[in-house]
């Protein structure tokens, strides 16, 4: 079965400097999607951005981009020029055709603080 | 731009007692889903939905719990003899279609707290 694992329940960054977030992932298909989600304190949560496993660039969106490794089923998030609002939970989540076919699978999340 | 919509943000509900969940997905969207979130734990599949039928459950999704599209516009989760384990976050997500390139939506989440 795919598993998704956040082994940093919390992080914590100073406003204006860089964050990686890690997450690791188990799974036998070839082909998926990787995501990170947002849920800020409003609850809603947000797609930040999303990787498609037979891309070897790494998807960037503005200030969020991952560090895709394939080899070693790793998917870590880094948010450069952290702001405020970027606190939040952050999740990680897997998809495929597969086992998960379709349906998310999601880590445990790991709670971003940002200090001014 | 759209959301999803979940009603009530908050349900407090007396163990056995039946409880529904109120979702509405995206208008252009065809495929939905439950997740819920216990305290603590991992955000859990439970369910999908196209076509007016359930596409995939989890282990989680038995026979207490039920999913129905009414009315076109509202999806509801309903749990019907609530157990004090069924306290959670529940969150119904929506998608245009199931590939996967097709981001998942979510709603704000409903707090079920069973006493």
């Known amino acids: 079965a795919q598993t998704v694992t956040q082994s940093q329940p919390e992080m914590s960054v100073q406003e204006a400097e860089t964050v990686t977030l890690s997450c690791t992932y188990d799974?036998?298909?070839?082909?998926?999607?990787l995501f990170w989600y947002k849920q800020p304190p409003s609850r809603q949560m947000i797609l930040v951005i999303r990787?498609?496993?037979?891309?070897?660039q790494n998807a960037t969106e503005n200030r969020f981009s991952v560090n895709f490794q394939k080899a070693a089923k790793s998917f870590s998030l880094k948010i450069s020029d952290s702001q405020l609002g970027d606190a939040a939970m952050y999740f990680c989540?897997?998809?495929?055709?597969?086992?998960?076919?379709?349906?998310?699978?999601f880590g445990k999340g790991t709670k971003l603080s940002v200090k001014p | 731009e759209p959301e999803v919509t979940q009603t009530p943000s908050h349900q407090v509900t007396q163990m056995g007692q039946e409880v529904i969940l109120r979702c509405v997905p995206i208008?252009?969207?065809?495929?939905f889903y439950w997740y819920r979130q216990i305290l603590g734990q991992k955000v859990e599949f439970l369910v999908s939905?196209?076509?007016?039928?359930?596409?995939?459950k989890s282990e989680i999704f038995d026979d207490q719990f039920s999913v129905e599209r009414p009315d076109g516009s509202n999806f509801t989760l309903k749990i019907r003899s609530t157990k004090l384990e069924d306290s959670a976050m529940y969150f119904c997500?929506?998608?245009?279609?199931?590939?996967?390139?097709?981001?998942?939506?979510f709603g704000d989440g409903t707090r079920l707290s069973i006493l």
């Open positions: 939905f196209y076509n007016n039928e359930i596409s995939e």
């Open positions: 208008s252009n969207h065809l495929y």
């Open positions: 990787q498609e496993a037979y891309k070897q």
């Open positions: 997500a929506s998608s245009v279609d199931s590939h996967s390139n097709q981001p998942q939506h």
């Open positions: 989540a897997y998809t495929d055709y597969g086992g998960s076919q379709g349906n998310l699978i």
């Open positions: 799974t036998s298909e070839s082909d998926y999607y």
